[in-house]
């Protein structure tokens, strides 16, 4: 049983390109977490999706950043016309129906230069 | 809304020794609380959770945490540390109820000096 799989491990960007980050949950897991993490600052939560919902998005920037987790495929967190302030590991996470531990990937480590 | 304190930003214990690394927390309702430990440039692992039951949860390890409601805190301890205890340690919280998101502490970082 594979775990929490997390596309590229490293991303570089130039500012104002678009970064795409996959995430493939566990087998069975149907609800998925994003975490931004910076030096210093812990791990901040973004976006809470089940398979095609949006069930919390209250750590989401109001621009340029969205998520989806569709019926088939990975879930992606997409970042618009990248800044520098953008550079940081970004994490997700699932969740099984009858779990209470989420599981993490590796994550991935975005670069805007 | 919750959250998830964690007071000490680092904490520096001799291989040997007890250690604790403290929680408090925030929610609405009955928590359930979790430990996860991260080496450097690695995904989180999970180590130990509280649902119910029992307020001393065992974990992977030998680490343990007890969970102290009147406290709202959950303190992770480890009875003997060891050198490769050394990492990053997260305490985080989400409500015991469907729907409701994962919140994370800041990170404390234990070092276990030999």
């Known amino acids: 049983n594979a775990g929490v799989m997390q596309n590229p491990r490293h991303l570089v960007r130039r500012r104002g390109q678009e970064a795409r980050l996959r995430c493939s949950p566990m087998?069975?897991?149907?609800?998925v977490y994003w975490y931004r993490q910076l030096p210093e600052e812990g791990l901040k939560f973004m976006v809470y999706?089940?398979?095609?919902?949006?069930?919390?998005e209250s750590g989401m920037p109001k621009e340029r950043f969205s998520a989806e987790f569709p019926k088939e495929g990975p879930s992606i967190l997409r970042i618009q016309q990248v800044v520098r302030g953008d550079s940081a590991a970004y994490f997700c996470?699932?969740?099984?129906?009858?779990?209470?531990?989420?599981?993490f990937g590796q994550g991935t480590r975005l670069t805007v230069v | 809304a919750q959250s998830v304190a964690q007071p000490e930003d680092q904490v520096n214990v001799a291989e040997g020794n007890p250690l604790t690394v403290k929680c408090t927390y925030s929610?609405?309702?009955?928590?359930?609380l979790f430990w996860y430990v991260q080496y450097p440039n690695r995904g989180l692992q999970f180590l130990l959770k509280y649902i119910t039951g029992d307020n001393l949860v065992k974990g992977s390890y030998g680490f343990e945490a007890e969970f102290n409601k009147s406290q709202t805190s959950f303190h992770l301890k480890k009875p003997s540390a060891l050198v490769s205890d050394s990492a990053l340690y997260f305490c985080?919280?989400?409500?015991?109820?469907?729907?409701?998101?994962?919140?994370f502490g800041k990170g404390t970082t234990l070092s276990v000096s030999s």
């Open positions: 087998k069975g897991h149907s609800h």
């Open positions: 929610v609405s309702g009955n928590p359930y």
């Open positions: 985080a919280v989400r409500a015991n109820q469907a729907g409701t998101a994962l919140i």
């Open positions: 996470a699932s969740l099984g129906q009858l779990n209470t531990e989420a599981f």
């Open positions: 999706l089940q398979k095609e919902n949006i069930i919390d």
